[in-house]
């Protein structure tokens, strides 16, 4: 069993649907990230997370550490956030442990 | 400006070659870390480099050679090269408690 788990693993919504994204973690942690892969292959950093919740724009993300969970929101979908997202957690020691990703499609 | 630049993007090389994968960045970040995705888009971390120490070094065969030079390169020499090592590297930086910035990646196909 993979250390990072997300849910789902596949998301198929209509656009301006709110979409979200579960990642659940079973060591401990020093900060969570989550991460936003385009079909052109890019990765790009979108928060990094301690506690408490972050809002970027349409994107909001949460964790609880106490429950080892984390949510990814996006309000207002539109297909241009069609990507893979992507959990990861870093460990004290620095070291990165990565969810499997879930894919995004927004259809228009 | 790009931030963490990665050459080359693509690489197809033949088994038992040896190559090599530059990296640099140019965001001051005191860390770098080289990262494979497999087929079915799994990253895993390979290695990172703090001030020119390895601090971490996953189950990766050493064929694969991390080489610093200075705090903003980090680039990833293969001895040997197997068709299992066809996957896409990224490079990545990141300053202490702060955020990752990734480079484009390099899709290298071992034939």
């Known amino acids: 069993k993979n250390e990072v788990e997300q849910s789902p693993q596949n998301l198929t919504a209509q656009e301006g649907e709110f979409i979200t994204i579960n990642c659940s973690y079973s060591?401990?942690?020093?900060?969570l990230h989550w991460l936003q892969q385009h079909p052109g292959g890019g990765i790009v950093s979108l928060f990094m997370?301690?506690?408490g919740k972050k809002k970027h724009g349409r994107l909001i993300a949460t964790i609880n550490i106490q429950e080892k969970h984390s949510s990814l929101h996006i309000t207002a979908s539109h297909p241009r956030d069609s990507a893979v997202y992507i959990c990861a957690v870093r460990s004290g020691n620095n070291d990165m442990r990565f969810g499997a990703g879930t894919r995004l499609t927004v259809k228009p | 400006d790009t931030a963490v630049s990665q050459t080359p993007k693509y690489l197809v090389t033949q088994m038992g070659n040896d190559k090599s994968i530059k990296c640099e960045q140019n965001?001051?970040?005191?860390?770098m870390y080289w990262y494979k995705q497999d087929s079915k888009k799994f990253l895993k971390i390979m290695f990172s480099?703090?001030?020119?120490?390895?601090?971490i070094n996953e189950t990766v065969p050493n064929r694969f050679s991390p080489k610093s030079p200075d705090k903003a390169h980090l680039n990833l020499h293969i001895n040997s090269l197997e068709l299992g090592d066809s996957a896409v590297y990224f490079c990545a930086s990141s300053e202490r408690a702060r955020g990752y910035t990734f480079g484009s990646g390099t899709r290298l196909t071992v034939v």
């Open positions: 997370l301690s506690s």
């Open positions: 060591v401990g942690i020093s900060a």
């Open positions: 480099y703090n001030n020119k120490e390895l601090i």
């Open positions: 965001l001051g970040h005191d860390t």
